[in-house]
């Protein structure tokens, strides 16, 4: 709520150096809104990660999305780090209107990061994942760990890009030597 960027970047780098400092190779950080605080980073992390937005971003982009919806916390949907990842990638993005963004805001806070999962809120986040369809989006980026508790493949109107699980299997392809260690290490990309 403060918006105290440099406070819980702090807190991430510390998290970051004990990694470091136990061996690993890199980190990955399932926190969507956390990522504003990781590309405020002054200086570069002590060991590389992987950056949800943009991969996210990358699989649109394979999938051949032009325009995709955007559903997470207000400071997700609200903030620079998806609208850059998806610009990088030449993907429009679109995001539900203000009072909607509030709502689904309250919802993820107030319920789903309380374990309260019902109906009214799964039909607030299908209204809105519709809206979207309605104004020519062609998937979802669900870009909260909780959200995919209650929309998923089967009732959602869009295709659905699951940034948690994307996450996880960036990792595991990473740690298994599939593909190439990251190189960003908090800042911009």
Request: net charge neutral.
């Amino acid at each position: 709520e403060a918006n105290d960027l440099a406070k819980i970047n702090a807190h991430l780098r510390a998290t970051a150096e004990r990694l470091a400092a136990a061996g690993c190779d890199f980190f990955v950080c399932p926190d969507n809104t956390a990522h504003l605080a990781l590309e405020a980073a002054s200086e570069p992390y002590p060991l590389p990660g992987l950056h949800i937005a943009d991969i996210v971003a990358h699989r649109a982009k394979a999938d051949g999305r032009r325009r995709v919806g955007l559903l997470g916390t207000r400071y997700t949907m609200e903030g620079a780090t998806y609208a850059n990842a998806f610009a990088r990638q030449g993907v429009e993005l679109r995001t539900p209107g203000s009072e909607d963004r509030a709502l689904l805001n309250n919802l993820i806070f107030d319920e789903l990061c309380k374990g309260v999962f019902n109906d009214p809120a799964r039909a607030a986040f299908l209204r809105a994942a519709q809206e979207l369809k309605d104004q020519g989006c062609d998937a979802v980026a669900l870009s909260c760990t909780e959200i995919p508790i209650i929309v998923t493949p089967e009732n959602s109107p869009l295709p659905t890009l699951d940034s948690t699980r994307l996450l996880a299997h960036a990792a595991v392809a990473v740690a298994i030597g599939k593909a190439p260690k990251p190189s960003w290490r908090g800042g911009r990309l």
